[in-house]
């Protein structure tokens, strides 16, 4: 069965500081992996997704993540945290490739500070 | 384009009570899944639909069921509620075999 880890429920970072989120996976096949972000009182919307192609992912806002088989990890980067930034973060796994259902983490909740 | 779009946005239903939840899927999208996010919490597999028919179902009980309509819509029904079904229920949409869903906003379920 799949599964999904994500280490500290809360990160407070400064502004302008680094931005890392932690996700580690479990899969019994190679994986499809996700990052939502769900901003106060709104539903989620997409960051970025891994499906097989690079293992560094490029998505909105800044963000990146690398897959890394070894270390069944997925984390979420962005070099320079901005106010806006503030929100939760979700990491999500499927296996079935074709929309088969996500499993996500219970969440980060990232704080920026100035 | 509209997104995915989902109704009511908030809906405050007393225990043992019937509730409907609606969602429209993106244009041109026919998969439609159902998620049930509690408190603190991250959101939870209900069910999928794909061509009007159930295809995928989490770990919810029956009182949990849900329909596909021909223009890809689909309504989440909840008979019998408790005061744990409490929670935002998000809808998302996909393209045909394709991985990525995409997510409405949410409707904010309040049982008392």
């Known amino acids: 069965a799949q599964s999904v880890t994500q280490l500290g429920s809360h990160v407070s970072v400064s502004e302008g500081a680094l931005v890392l989120l932690r996700c580690n996976y479990s899969?019994?096949?190679?994986?499809?992996l996700f990052w939502y972000v769900q901003y106060p009182n709104q539903g989620l919307q997409l960051l970025l997704k891994y499906t097989s192609a690079a293992t560094l992912v490029k998505g909105i806002n800044g963000f990146e993540a690398e897959f890394k088989k070894s270390e069944t990890s997925f984390h979420l980067t962005k070099p320079s945290a901005h106010m806006s930034d503030a929100a939760e973060y979700f990491c999500a796994v499927t296996e079935g490739g074709t929309a088969s259902k996500l499993t996500f983490g219970t969440g980060t909740r990232l704080q920026v500070t100035l | 384009d509209a997104g995915v779009t989902q109704s009511p946005t908030h809906l405050i239903k007393t225990r043992g009570q019937q509730v409907t939840l609606r969602c429209s899927p993106k244009?041109?999208?026919?998969?439609v899944s159902w998620y049930q996010q509690a408190l603190g919490q991250g959101p939870q597999f209900i069910f999928q639909?794909?061509?009007?028919?159930?295809?995928q179902r989490g770990n919810f009980p029956d009182r949990f069921s849900g329909h596909q309509f021909p223009n890809y819509s689909s309504e989440l029904n909840v008979n019998a509620l408790l005061l744990g079904d409490s929670a935002l229920y998000l809808c998302?949409?996909?393209?045909?075999?394709?991985?990525?869903?995409?997510f409405g906003p949410g409707t904010r379920l309040t049982v008392l």
């Open positions: 639909y794909y061509e009007e028919e159930e295809r």
């Open positions: 244009s041109g999208h026919d998969t």
């Open positions: 998302a949409s996909s393209f045909p075999l394709v991985d990525t869903q995409y």
């Open positions: 899969s019994s096949v190679p994986p499809y």
